[in-house]
């Protein structure tokens, strides 16, 4: 193990970086506590029968740097689910990820859904896992939507459909939740159809 240099002897002991580290991710909980608050269950009940909700968690380690996440309907079924997340990874940025499963109806019988996602920023996701940031985002295997044999092959080779949209952080932070309830609640319009 390699000894500690004085950088790394100076941020061990920067007691304010620390503490504003602290307040940013309380400040991205309290932002998805609020957003989650104005999105009931039972309106997400009644746009995908089998969602579970909406759950925050967080961590430290995703690729050695901490992260906050907000699920939003929360049925990763591979056959025929649908989540939204919106996850805020540190040294990456802030990024919504909108899964479906194989045979979701979205994917089989309304593609408005689909051309309504890509007309709005977001890439379909080159990667095996839904879960495979390093892959998705630090590689970035992500590629326009561009026609229905392009996403009838990507369905034949990951069995999943993951669009994924990267959001620029507002510099007046008052606008950060209106930014992000606006785009869950153009997601979940889309899907409602």
Same mark, same amino acid.
């Given at each position: 193990m390699k000894d500690l240099d004085q950088e790394e002897v100076h941020l061990l002991n920067n007691r304010s970086l620390f503490e504003k580290i602290h307040h940013l991710k309380s400040f991205f909980i309290s932002i998805f506590s609020d957003l989650a608050n104005d999105i009931s269950p039972g309106e997400l009940q009644a746009i995908h029968a089998?969602? *579970?909700?909406? &759950?925050?968690? +967080?961590? /430290?380690? *995703?690729? %050695?740097c901490p992260y906050q996440v907000l699920d939003i309907i929360r049925d990763?079924? +591979?056959? $025929?689910?649908? /989540?939204? $997340?919106? =996850?805020? #990874? #540190?040294?990456r940025g802030l990024f919504i990820c909108v899964? =479906?499963? &194989?045979? /979701?109806?979205k994917l089989t019988k309304d593609l408005k859904f689909l051309s309504g996602m890509a007309f709005h920023g977001y890439l379909l996701s080159k990667s095996a896992s839904p879960w495979d940031y390093k892959e998705i985002i630090d590689k970035g295997s992500l590629e326009p939507v561009s026609h229905i044999d392009q996403l009838m092959d990507h369905l034949q080779q990951?069995? %999943?459909?993951? *669009?994924?949209?990267?959001?620029? @952080?507002?510099?007046? @932070? /008052? =606008?950060l939740k209106p930014l992000l309830k606006e785009q869950v609640l153009q997601i979940l319009n889309f899907y409602r159809g």
């Open positions: 089998a969602s *579970l909700g909406i &759950k925050i968690s +967080k961590g /430290n380690e *995703l690729q %050695h990763f079924n +591979k056959e $025929r689910g649908f /989540n939204i $997340r919106i =996850l805020n #990874w #540190w040294g899964f =479906l499963g &194989k045979d /979701n109806d990951f069995q %999943h459909i993951q *669009l994924v949209k990267k959001v620029v @952080y507002p510099e007046d @932070y /008052n =606008l």
